[in-house]
């Protein structure tokens, strides 16, 4: 890959400060994120072999940006949507976009000191959208997030396990299957 996912995280943060700022507050910001980071992937090498790994640092860059605008938090289901979406016709493992997406999500929105609990109901609801473009059935598409924000809320501590776990509730635990809860 020719840039670093430092750099990434970088591109992520810029677009998306500069997405939000132009969009209302009452306006999602998933399209046009979508269109600035599908030209972000064509503008990588091999971004499709490292698809999970751009996904996480692309939603943690992005949810530093999104610390500054109103109901910042709520910008995880615009992240979801917007960097599956925009990864999803790349040959990248699908599954682990959404994984990706989910964890890196919850990471920035911890180091952003916005609310985890209501990130990762936003980023269930985003998942559970955005599985048509990404081509996984919904309940598939919500266990790999779920996944995704568990692991990141281990790495960041119990404190961070417990609330993601409050907020998704029992009837979304994690799985390896690939079933996932319900349609």
Do not use: F
């Not at 943060?13 to 507050?25: C, Q």
């Not at 266990?143 to 692991?151: L, Y």
């Amino acid at each position: 890959m020719g840039v670093t996912v430092y750099e990434v995280a970088g591109m992520a943060r810029a677009v998306t400060a500069s997405v939000a700022e132009g969009r209302k507050a009452a306006e999602g910001i998933a399209g046009p994120l979508e269109v600035a980071y599908s030209s972000l992937w064509k503008a990588l090498d091999n971004a499709a072999y490292h698809g999970g790994e751009l996904a996480h640092h692309t939603a943690r860059g992005a949810m530093h940006a999104a610390r500054g605008v109103p109901r910042s938090t709520d910008a995880a289901y615009d992240v979801m949507l917007a960097v599956t979406g925009s990864m999803a016709p790349s040959t990248a493992d699908t599954r682990e976009i959404v994984r990706g997406t989910a964890a890196g999500t919850i990471r920035g929105a911890h180091e952003a000191g916005l609310d985890l609990g209501r990130a990762a109901q936003c980023l269930v609801r985003g998942a559970s959208e955005a599985s048509g473009k990404a081509g996984l059935p919904s309940g598939v598409a919500v266990t790999e997030a779920v996944n995704g924000i568990m692991e990141a809320a281990e790495v960041i501590g119990p404190e961070a396990v417990a609330q993601a776990a409050e907020a998704l509730g029992p009837d979304l635990g994690r799985s390896s299957g690939g079933t996932g809860p319900a349609d």
